[in-house]
């Protein structure tokens, strides 16, 4: 079954680049891995594509419900606790 992510989904992040711990070290800032299993919601209605992993699909905006600074990690978009996800790693939930 095909999730279909819309404007206002409830998510559930279920890996990051398709895994649920980071396979190389990185740096506690980056570690996005931390997010597994946190919940958000999509808040753009544009789907994107990353451009040096054009084959993993498409990205979604999705801004956590889980304060993204009380976990270490840096925010790289205007809106807080809110990163680009690729689909694959997410579920949708009601």
């Known amino acids: 079954m095909k999730n279909e992510?819309?404007?206002?989904?409830?998510?559930?992040?279920?890996?990051?680049?398709?895994?649920?711990?980071s396979p190389e070290p990185v740096t506690p800032d980056e570690n996005f891995w931390k997010l597994?299993?946190?919940q958000g919601e999509i808040i753009s209605k544009n789907l994107k594509a990353h451009p040096a992993f054009p084959d993993k699909g498409k990205r979604a905006l999705v801004?956590?419900?889980?304060?993204?600074?009380?976990?270490?990690?840096?925010?790289?978009?205007?809106?807080?606790?809110?990163?680009?996800i690729f689909i694959s790693d997410l579920e949708q939930i009601d």
């Open 5 to 21: 992510f819309e404007l206002g989904s409830r998510v559930q992040l279920a890996s990051f680049h398709g895994k649920i711990e």
């Open 63 to 84: 801004k956590f419900d889980k304060n993204m600074s009380d976990l270490g990690l840096v925010n790289h978009n205007q809106v807080p606790n809110s990163i680009w």
């Open 36 to 38: 597994v299993g946190e």
